[in-house]
């Protein structure tokens, strides 16, 4: 199974989060290529069985909270029909970020199996690696259970 990871990052929290998800999924057997969304390997994308695509929330809690910099997700190659797992990593609360980011997956017209949010930033941060097994775990169930 190949799987690619796709992130963009600000200050390394989503970078890392990434990384974390990529080593996750490699523990489970799968060939796992990690990408910066603004240079990616167009061919290990497009060939994957799962796209995971992860940003960060952009803006204030409550006041306008949402996935940072879509314009740079939108130059991702054409990704419609794709098993696909997003996440957004984030400081306060990620629920609008979330939603909106799950819209956006939605209007490229991938094949929305999984999201997830991760706190990596701000007060009270915590230890999100039984997060991250949980995360590869629901979409590996979610690709292989389609597959059956």
């Known amino acids: 199974m190949n799987i690619a990871v796709m992130y963009q990052s600000l200050r390394g929290g989503t970078r890392r ?11 489970l057997g799968a060939a796992v ?3 910066p969304v603004t240079n990616i390997d167009a061919q290990f994308v497009l060939n994957a069985d799962l796209l995971v695509i992860g ?3 952009d803006g ?5 909270a949402k996935p940072a910099q879509i314009g740079k997700l939108n130059t991702l190659p054409d990704i419609s029909q794709k098993k696909t797992s997003i996440f957004v990593t984030y400081e ?3 629920s ?3 939603q909106q980011f799950e819209e956006w997956a939605i209007d490229r ?8 949010s ?17 995360f590869t775990r629901k979409s590996i169930e979610a690709i292989t259970s389609t597959n059956a």
């Open 17 to 27: 989060a990434a990384n974390e998800i990529a080593k996750s999924f490699q523990a």
């Open 33 to 35: 290529g990690t990408y």
């Open 55 to 57: 940003t960060w929330t």
């Open 60 to 64: 204030l809690f409550g006041l306008g």
């Open 92 to 94: 306060i609360s990620p």
């Open 96 to 98: 609008k970020s979330l």
């Open 109 to 116: 017209g991938v094949n929305l199996v999984h999201q997830q």
């Open 118 to 134: 991760f706190k990596v930033r701000g007060p009270f941060r915590k230890d999100i690696s039984e997060e991250i097994e949980d």
